[in-house]
């Protein structure tokens, strides 16, 4: 990844800062996007002088996404990457019950945010570039009490397949990824309210449906994205690539 550059939203968080780690230990530069200045900063100390910048960004905001588009550049001079990342889970309720605004929320941060950083960066970002979406295992699959989030996250799907057809005469290559539960605060959110279990039970429980029996650690998922991101992947593009464990089989 020498040279490279990429751009991460929800860069503070789990999936996003191992991902940064991930990318940087392999010679990019990256600029984090999103809406904790002290997680941003914290992240970007931590990857030292030169190797990140960060901005604060809120996906669902047409002038902030392209702020960090610019911000980048100005950075960097270039956009190699970019891993629409930024996400929320919403609250878990059946589709009788499901609050109208949280619906609203839930589908603006993940889809208006994933379509929105695609939409700005792409016109600026290098032939051959590479466009990572972070869907979801609910993103091929679903689970009662999740209706907008994993209606979110299919959507993510049929923008990427859009864009994937739309760029590829360019060599830039978009597909998705569909992580199952990972370690991380967000899933053991989700896990407590799904199942009304104290944290290490309602973990437990998610195991149990896993085929490898296991969470995935937040490094697993950035692997998976650094490997689409890279020279490994040219000739995936349009691609829904499960790193579940085996929970959608
Ligand atoms: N944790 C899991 O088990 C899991 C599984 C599958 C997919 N995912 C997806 O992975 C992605 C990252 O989640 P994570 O597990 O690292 O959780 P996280 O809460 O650590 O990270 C989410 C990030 O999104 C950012 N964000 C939220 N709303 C935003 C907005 N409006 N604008 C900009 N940034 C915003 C947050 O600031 C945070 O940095 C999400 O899209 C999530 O849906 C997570």
């Known amino acids: 990844m020498d040279g490279r550059v990429a751009l991460i939203t929800g860069g503070e968080g789990s999936v996003g800062a191992a991902t940064a780690r991930a990318l940087v230990r392999e010679g990019a530069r990256v600029l984090l996007a999103g809406l904790s200045a002290t997680g941003l900063a914290a992240v970007d ?3 030292g002088a030169s190797r990140s910048a960060w901005v604060v960004t809120d996906v669902t905001d047409a002038s902030q996404v392209r702020r ?3 911000h980048c550049l100005a950075a960097f001079g270039r956009l190699d990457v970019v891993f629409a990342n930024a996400g929320v889970t919403g609250v878990i309720a059946p589709v009788a019950d499901y609050p109208e ?3 609203d929320r839930v589908l603006a941060v993940h889809v208006r945010g994933a379509f929105l950083t ?4 792409v016109p600026v970002l290098s032939d051959g570039g590479s466009v990572i979406i972070n869907s979801s295992v609910v ?3 679903a689970d009662p009490g999740i209706c907008a989030y994993a209606t ?3 959507a993510q799907v049929g923008l990427m397949r859009t864009l994937a057809k739309e760029v590829a005469p360019r060599a830039i290559r978009v597909n998705t990824l569909h992580p199952g539960p990972i370690d991380n605060a967000f899933q053991h959110g989700i896990e407590v309210a799904a199942t009304g279990l104290p944290p290490d039970r309602a973990a437990a429980a998610f195991d149990a449906m ?3 029996r296991r969470h995935a650690t937040p490094g ?3 692997a998976a994205v650094l490997f689409l991101a890279g020279p490994e992947s040219t000739f995936i593009t349009g691609a829904t690539i499960p790193v579940d464990g085996g929970m959608s089989v």
């Open 45 to 47: 100390r931590e990857l």
């Open 68 to 70: 960090a588009v610019q």
């Open 101 to 103: 605004q949280e619906w």
């Open 118 to 121: 695609c939409k700005y960066a």
């Open 139 to 141: 993103g091929l699959t």
């Open 152 to 154: 979110a996250k299919h």
């Open 210 to 212: 896993i085929p490898l």
């Open 220 to 222: 697993e998922i950035a």
